[in-house]
């Protein structure tokens, strides 16, 4: 029908696991380049019904599997920080174009993968992004890892710490490596970004210093990870009680907010206040 496929995350990030049934599978992400309501109007014809109320992606369910057509990789209706970070992401698949998702794959097959590069940009920020709304889970963890020990030498860590030093992030990343190389024993990542780091100039010795951060995110991730909220639990509340639930939470994140820049916690509540408004 005229329109190309791209392939998030999953599908690249499951192949570098020893056994693939290893990780595990929730839906899977696509972005049709140029072709977001096009792709929604085909689904529909099919009879299936779309969701497209959320600001980043569309949802419908095909054959079993939930499917997010993704309008932005990001949600860039929030910060700048994701405004910032997805114009990186398209000026990768500009350069960089995109990969087969077969090895011998004839290249009119309209399914592609996106290349190393966008998919460590892209799980970097995925990560970051759960860790201060629900929390991260192992599998955030492993995929970093993996996607390091085994695509290393397709992945510009240069323009990587860059992105994310201008970004005010490059402290929490080095804080996930830590953990990736002492909970998982895979350390190609924090070696390759603290060469890129020399090479810029910046003081990676003073970034790796922050024990107290890699000590409370080890803690919200390993051990408090049993005592969080259950996602099918929360959906089923009241609109009003999920809405507080939620709140709650936030004001119990605040110091992973601020763990990127002092603040950051009361300016996003802020701006989460004034989008509820608006909508």
């Not at 192992?138 to 020990?149: A, M, Q, R, V, W």
């Not at 099918?232 to 709140?247: N, Q, W």
Request: hydrophobic share 40%.
């Amino acid at each position: 029908r005229g329109v190309d496929i791209l392939l998030l995350k999953g599908p690249l990030l499951g192949n570098l696991y020893p056994v693939k049934e290893h990780r595990e599978f929730g839906d899977l992400d696509i972005y049709l380049p140029g072709n977001y309501d096009k792709g929604n109007e085909i689904i529909e014809k099919l009879g299936i019904g779309v969701d497209t109320t959320g600001d980043k992606h569309s949802k419908f369910t095909y054959r079993g599997i939930s499917i997010e057509n993704h309008k932005t990789f990001l949600n860039v209706t929030l910060n700048k920080t994701d405004i910032s970070i997805e114009r990186e992401l398209h000026r990768i698949l500009d350069q960089s174009g995109c990969l087969n998702l077969y090895e011998n794959q004839d290249n009119d097959l309209p399914v592609k993968l996106p290349p190393d590069n966008f998919t460590a940009l892209f799980a970097i920020r995925h990560a970051i992004v759960h860790f201060l709304s629900s929390g991260l889970v192992i599998s955030h963890l492993t995929d970093l890892g993996l996607l390091f020990e085994n695509r290393y030498d397709k992945i510009d860590f240069m323009q990587i710490v860059k992105i994310l030093n201008q970004e005010r992030l490059l402290k929490l990343f080095v804080a996930l490596l830590t953990i990736i190389k002492s909970e998982l024993g895979m350390e190609r990542g924090i070696i390759l970004t603290k060469l890129a780091c020399s090479e810029q100039g910046i003081d990676f010795t003073q970034l790796a210093a922050n024990e107290e951060l890699v000590n409370k995110i080890y803690i919200d991730t390993i051990r408090e990870f049993d005592n969080r909220p259950n996602a099918d639990a929360l959906l089923a509340m009241p609109l009003i009680k999920r809405k507080i639930t939620g709140a709650v939470r936030l004001y119990n994140s605040r110091w992973k907010y601020d763990s990127i820049e002092k603040n950051l916690y009361y300016k996003t509540l802020i701006k989460r206040v004034l989008l509820a408004f608006k909508q």
